[in-house]
């Protein structure tokens, strides 16, 4: 089992930035790939980002490219997403994930944290 915490949500202007941070423990040694993920109201939950656990290699959504980095602390079992110039669309709950090999989807999830970006 995996257990991932997320924090740094929060409120902040459009073109502001935040940084989010998801905690993971339990048997961190089985994951393979880590991911952000968001919901925002009367949407489909959406693929942010992406990042591998031992390379580093990463993927975004089109939607973010140029303004969000993923990136991950293996001492520290921490996966971070910075994001830079925010928009309101990115208004949203912002969930981590983690998938503990190539062929399988995201089996663990976060608990969520708001993110909410004003004009």
């Known amino acids: 089992q995996v257990q991932l915490v997320e924090s740094g949500g929060g409120l902040v202007q459009a073109g502001g930035s935040l940084r989010l941070s998801c905690a993971a423990s339990?048997?961190?040694?089985?994951?393979?790939?880590m991911g952000w993920f968001r919901h925002a109201p009367k949407k489909e939950r959406e693929f942010v980002a992406a990042?591998?656990?031992?390379?580093?290699?990463?993927g975004y959504a089109d939607s973010v490219k140029g303004r969000f980095t993923a990136s991950r602390d293996n001492a520290k079992n921490m996966q971070y997403l910075q994001m830079n110039s925010l928009k309101p669309e990115d208004t949203a709950v912002y969930y981590c994930a983690a998938a503990t090999s190539v062929g399988r989807g995201y089996e663990y999830w976060g608990q969520g944290t708001q993110v909410t970006v004003s004009s």
């Open positions: 339990g048997l961190t040694r089985s994951i393979y790939r």
């Open positions: 990042i591998t656990w031992s390379g580093g290699s990463t």
